[in-house]
């Protein structure tokens, strides 16, 4: 699936920053046009500073308005046919970031937002793309956590990618008939803007939440932050997972599950122990 000259055509979700924007700008180069979702102007008109023949930028996409999704896709439409391409040849979900909180303290406004970014709008998106895909022979990728393992109080994000696993791998049997894949691209540690809210969001979690329920966490959230603090410093720069999802886009035959990042390899182990082992390795973490 090389592209040559820009003939060919992916959509990227969540390009204002970290992977996305790594991702959206690494096709470009690879000579795919690339039609890179953002939620505000700023970050659009930044993508546009940038003068990549191959990006374009669209907005508004945020996921978890669904009502941003029918105007976007008459718009990729037009822009499809202006450049004289028949169809998507792949659609990236790489929208969300997630929190970091016990699920007893968790924001259920926060966790709604989440599912809605990373599982419901995705859906959504996919639906009203696949007649496109279908003409270009596209393909779905979906960039996720390495393993599906429950890790205390990142739930936020674990909980979204069992879904998004189901998800993908039902897409992956339902579109057979067409040979869309459905491709899973896992992350392990990445360096993204997120990463450094992580602290302050805990900060003002803790500072938030009535004294009594503070004091059940404050010693497991402070041991958290300082594991945290190390961790981060190993991150994998987002290139090396636009790498991984140029790979996916290319690829004649891909592979179902492509696995990047730091501590990528130990993640994936986990997804092949036994559940109360895999439960009381969490709990020692």
């Known amino acids: 699936m090389k592209a040559e000259g820009y003939r060919q055509a992916v959509l990227v979700t969540g390009c204002s920053s970290g992977i996305g924007r790594a991702t959206a700008v690494r096709l470009a180069e690879a000579q795919y046009t690339v039609f890179a979702t953002v939620r505000n102007e700023s970050d659009s008109r930044e993508l546009a500073s940038m003068r990549n023949q191959g990006l374009v930028p669209l907005f508004p996409l945020d996921l978890r308005i669904l009502e941003h999704i029918p105007p976007l896709v008459l718009q990729i439409s037009r822009e499809l046919s202006v450049r ?140 958290e932050k300082k594991y945290l603090k190390t961790f981060d410093m190993k991150r994998s720069d987002p290139n090396v997972v636009a790498e991984k999802i140029l790979q996916a886009v290319q690829a004649a035959k891909p592979k179902r599950v492509y696995r990047t990042g730091y501590l990528v390899g130990p993640g994936t182990a986990l997804d092949f122990l036994p559940q109360p082992l895999v439960d009381w390795i969490m709990s020692r973490r």
């Not at 390495?146 to 205390?152: D, G, N, S, V």
């Not at 936020?156 to 049997?173: G, P, Q, V």
């Open 84 to 223: 004289g391409i028949a169809g998507l040849s792949a659609l990236v979900n790489i929208a969300g970031r997630g929190s970091i909180a016990p699920l007893e303290l968790l924001d259920l406004q926060e966790l709604r937002g989440e599912f809605d970014a990373r599982v419901v709008g995705p859906v959504a998106l996919a639906q009203a793309l696949l007649p496109s895909l279908r003409i270009g022979k596209g393909r779905l990728i979906w960039v996720a956590t390495p393993a599906l393992i429950p890790i205390p109080f990142v739930s936020s994000i674990h909980s979204c990618d069992f879904a998004a696993n189901c998800i993908a791998r039902t897409f992956a049997l339902e579109l057979r008939p067409w040979k869309i894949p459905s491709i899973f691209v896992r992350c392990g540690g990445i360096q993204t803007p997120a990463v450094n809210r992580t602290a302050r969001d805990l900060d003002r979690l803790m500072a938030s939440c009535p004294s009594m329920k503070r004091e059940l966490y404050q010693d497991a959230l402070e041991r």
